[in-house]
């Protein structure tokens, strides 16, 4: 075990993952950040296809990939080949979990799947992330984050009202879907540790996008109402969105009376909370455009800095639309360890995302570089008992690199 994840809650715990560009890869770096070993099992030559996920420019290794990746060991194997797949089943034997993301009946047809591998151990927990789910007339598409994103509508209720159709800037059904995935092996894992017996863990792209659409999905079901897009405007809040101001803007988040009360009195202007079209919260909805044309005009008059000042003073919660750089470079973001130091694979440190947990107060990392493809095969066949004149009869005959 790394001396490194000895104290984490998941030391000790061993996992295969065959999963690869975001939603695997997510679960997998969750799970190895709580001190987990996780061993990437890649194609060779080229890997995981997010190695090559690069902007014009970009040396080395993808920078997506070095994040994904880091704390993991890569073994290179040709699981379409008979030797290929007798290493994948001595692996997992002595694996707590293995995670996939092929299509239906990939894992079965090449001898892999769950009921393959959970013959050979009771105790695994066997987690598949697919595009539309295990079930249903499109369980066996492939699926990509942004044609799931639309698909759930999702993408239907993103973007400015008069504005073309547009996506969240993240991949939110890829991210969510690891860690769907995560959370259903941890809660598999607990089921094994009171029982002895493994599961089969399944979720995807479509359920981790379609779990996005709380809000939305409820007032659908009240009374049929199909919402559109409203920008950064909340459908059931107001105000509760981002404003432009004199330099910059802020979120402000009116999230109930007392708030509202606050930011009319903070913006000068205290008759607002008199006015019969703001009086409730209702009020308020039914008179979004309104109120906004009004708040954008108050703000218009400071910058940014100005406002976040006088609201965070008044208790009303507010904060900078900050871009990228001026998140990850913010002190609270150092603070609760979510910009961290690790190691780059070509050596020297980089700057990674750290775990968005802390426990004991403390939020764990797995600081090793991501690997390159197939670094590790041979540390790893051996800790599997393989011998090294077994390695190089598997290295000669193209099932390992």
């Not at 995302?353 to 600081?367: K, N, Q, R, T």
């Amino acid at each position: 075990m790394n001396e490194q994840a000895a104290d984490r809650p998941l030391a000790g715990v061993r996992v295969l993952e065959m999963s690869q560009i975001m939603a695997g890869p997510t679960c997998g770096l969750m799970l190895a950040d709580m001190g987990a070993e996780v061993i990437k099992v890649e194609k060779f030559p080229a890997g995981d296809d997010a190695r090559g996920y690069a902007r014009p420019g970009d040396p080395g290794l993808a920078p997506g990939f070095l994040m994904l990746n880091r704390g993991k060991r890569s073994v290179a194997i040709d699981i379409r080949k008979d030797a290929g797949q007798a290493i994948i089943k001595r692996m997992a034997e002595r694996c707590d979990v293995v995670t996939e993301n092929f299509r239906r009946g990939k894992m079965d047809a090449l001898g892999l799947g769950y009921e393959h591998l959970s013959a050979i151990n009771p105790q695994l927990v066997y987690c598949s992330i697919s595009g539309y789910g295990p079930n249903g007339p499109l369980s066996d598409k492939g699926g990509f984050d942004l044609v799931l994103q639309a698909f759930s509508g999702l993408i239907s209720v993103t973007g400015s009202p008069e504005g073309e159709h547009a996506k969240p800037g993240n991949s939110v059904a890829d991210i969510n879907a690891g860690i769907l995935a995560a959370v259903g092996i941890l809660a598999a894992y607990v089921k094994r540790l009171r029982t002895g017996v493994g599961s089969k863990v399944e979720t995807s792209l479509l359920q981790a996008s379609l779990q996005q659409m709380y809000w939305f999905a409820a007032a659908y079901f009240h009374d049929g109402s199909i919402a559109k897009p409203m920008g950064t405007a909340h459908p059931l809040i107001a105000p509760y969105q981002t404003f432009k101001c004199g330099e910059g803007a802020i979120a402000l988040g009116g999230g109930n009376q007392a708030n509202w009360m606050r930011i009319a009195e903070v913006l000068g202007h205290p008759e607002w909370v008199q006015d019969p079209r703001f009086t409730t919260g209702r009020d308020r909805l039914g008179n979004q455009a309104a109120l906004t044309a009004m708040i954008t005009e108050a703000l218009g008059s400071h910058p940014a800095s100005y406002w976040v000042e006088r609201f965070d003073h008044a208790g009303v919660p507010v904060g900078p639309v900050n871009n990228v750089q001026q998140a990850m470079e913010h002190e609270q973001s150092k603070a609760i360890g979510m910009v961290v130091e690790v190691d780059h694979g070509l050596g020297g440190k980089t700057r990674s995302l750290g775990l968005p947990i802390h426990f004991d107060g403390v939020s764990p990392v797995a600081a090793s570089a991501a690997p390159t493809v197939g670094q590790h095969s041979q540390e790893v066949l051996r800790e599997f008992g393989y011998g090294d004149a077994e390695i190089v009869a598997l290295r000669e005959a193209a099932v390992i690199q």
